[in-house]
């Protein structure tokens, strides 16, 4: 049933949301109050924009990581006159993610910060909107069996799989049969063009400085060394249930072909937009429905041409190292994620060069190597995402 069929607004819980991701969400959603109503917010510590948002929305419940937090926060709501509970924690965030009374759980949480809340909605069966690639790039298949096992409907918001997935008809079963392969496009970041040797000085700011999207700093640095991209080859290696021959990259500086599906009758179907989150979030929302996201309308006489370029694997290594984690034991692709988060949070704190980031995550992939069982469990791969973070800050003591 479309939600316009609905007897009430659709209530939506956004993890992350004064992120650009939950940042967005909320301005789809206050394009249609009739349609969508904010039953809950996270934030990891940003009090005064999450009391804003709690002034213009009046969400039921709010999350803080930590109990001063939350305390603070509920002092505020209270002389506000605002009927909002402060909350805090990974409990409640899992807790509030699979509430009843919650239809739909926008992931918007970075990192592998995530998993868990990610993973109870999943088990609780909501409307899972997944921006949080680390949910599969470290829960992989168990994070997919818990999306079957709760019979959630999983929709993609990243750009690039949101564009597949627009490509391809609902009846999941008929993928297979359709699937030559996809082609995820990715701009290029800010130094595309540059050589890998001209890299060392390269500062934070240079580095989260997007030539087309507006993002976090974690994710534009993501974007700058390419692991961005190397996260959601892994990423479709999950949610389309292709192999690692089956999704290609291309370099496309435009980013108006958000990305391709390539038919085994080698038609390309493609999705094409402008540079604005608010489309995917609001194709989200709606689905299958659609509705207004408030981004501009794709200009085509500006559109001068559309061209694309390799992904040299020479200036663009994180790359082969999302393959290698894909054909490695499962839980390989947890240790990269945790590896690069280590990486990019002490190059996004003057500790180590931009030009250092791949060695670390090479040299923490090499050394942890998942046993069996590691990828079984919610504990499992939590504790293999320690292991692999230990290893990296060790590889990151010489650099600093």
Known sequence: MSQAASSRPQRVCILGATGSVGMATLDVIGRHPERFEVFALTAHARLDELFALCLRFRPRHVVVATAEGAATLGRRLADAKLPTEAMHGERALCELAAHDEVDTVMAGIVGAAGLAPCLAAARAGKRLLLANKEALVVGGALFMAAVEAGRATLLPIDSEHSAIFQCLPEDRASWNARIDHIVLTASGGPFRGRAPATLGDVTPDQACAHPNWVMGRKISVDSATMMNKALEV???????????????????????????????????????????????????????????????????????????????????????????????????????????????????????????????????????????????????????????????????????
């Open 234 to 400: 892994i990423e479709a290696h999950f949610l389309f249930g292709l192999e690692p021959e089956q999704i290609k990259v291309v370099i496309h500086p435009q980013s108006i072909i958000h990305s391709m599906v390539v038919c085994r009758d080698q038609s390309v179907l493609a999705q094409l937009g402008t540079a604005d989150m608010r489309v995917p979030i609001a194709y989200g929302l709606a689905w299958p429905d659609r509705v207004a996201s408030g981004a501009e309308a794709l200009d085509w006489r500006k559109v001068a041409a559309l061209t694309f370029e390799d992904a040299d694997p020479v200036i663009y290594p994180a790359l082969a190292l999302a393959y290698d984690a894909l054909r490695g034991p499962p839980g390989t692709s947890a240790v990269l994620n945790a590896a690069n988060e280590e990486a990019v949070a002490a190059f996004l704190s003057g500790t180590i060069r931009f030009d250092r980031i791949h060695n670390v995550n090479a040299r923490t992939v090499a050394a942890v190597i998942p046993q069996r069982g590691a990828a079984d469990s919610l504990e499992s791969l939590l504790a293999l995402d320690a292991e692999a973070r230990r290893h990296a800050v060790q590889f990151l003591k010489p650099l600093a």
